[in-house]
């Protein structure tokens, strides 16, 4: 069956360092990925998606790695500050007559001052 | 000020209670979706909606109930058949066929004692 996880449920960085989130998928049919950022009592936030035909996408301190061969993807936060600080999670969609989302159980970002 | 509003953002409930949870948007988007957020798993897909007057089961739709009278409105109610009802709620809406770019709203924090 299809999963979205994610490598390590929590990740401790010094503010000013690179952070690293790691997420596995298992179906092969995805079209895209979205990676989002979730703030403590808020909603997710879309952060930066790839499709399945890239390899790397780069936003605003952000980078977005595809590995399709080992179906992995990373998001990558440079110069990691404290309002980074919030759970993380991959999603994949799978386009159809409905597009389906599934959501990743997701990794909490802690940024040390 | 568009987007999603969700409310109220804690309810407490009884057991054997029904609850109705609100979500209204102004981003004009044609679908809605419920998501249920428990710790350590990702978001699972209760009920959505594509269109005014029409809903669709998701996942998890034992012991939740919809409604789509108008195209702003998609309210949730948490039926007393649910067996583990506290749980953080998310509403979500996007464009028709567009479930991959969700807005969501800030979430409902359902707390049954």
């Known amino acids: 069956g299809e999963s979205v996880g994610l490598h390590l449920p929590t990740l401790s960085v010094q503010e000013g360092d690179n952070s690293i989130i790691n997420c596995a998928y298992s179906n092969s049919a995805s079209d895209y990925f979205i990676w989002y950022k979730q703030e403590s009592g808020k909603g997710p936030q879309f952060i930066i998606d790839i499709r399945s035909n890239m390899d790397k996408r780069q936003g605003q301190r952000v980078t977005v790695l595809l590995n399709k061969t080992v179906k992995h993807l990373s998001l990558q936060i440079a110069a990691t500050q404290p309002g980074d600080s919030a759970v993380y999670f991959c999603a994949e969609v799978v386009s159809g007559g409905y597009q389906k989302v599934t959501f990743g159980t997701g990794t909490k970002l802690q940024v040390i001052p | 000020d568009g987007g999603i509003t969700q409310s109220p953002k804690y309810l407490f409930r009884k057991e054997g209670q029904n609850v109705t949870l609100s979500c209204e948007q102004n981003l004009n988007h044609d679908a809605m979706y419920w998501y249920r957020q428990d710790p350590g798993q990702g978001l699972r897909l209760i009920y959505y909606?594509?269109?005014?007057?029409?809903?669709q089961k998701g996942d998890i739709a034992e012991g939740y109930s919809v409604s789509r009278e108008k195209k702003e409105s998609f309210p949730l109610t948490v039926t007393s058949a649910q067996k583990n009802p506290t749980a953080f709620y998310l509403c979500?809406?996007?464009?028709?066929?567009?479930?991959?770019?969700?807005?969501f709203g800030p979430g409902t924090r359902l707390t049954v004692l």
């Open positions: 979500a809406s996007s464009m028709w066929k567009s479930a991959d770019t969700q807005y």
């Open positions: 909606s594509q269109i005014v007057n029409d809903f």
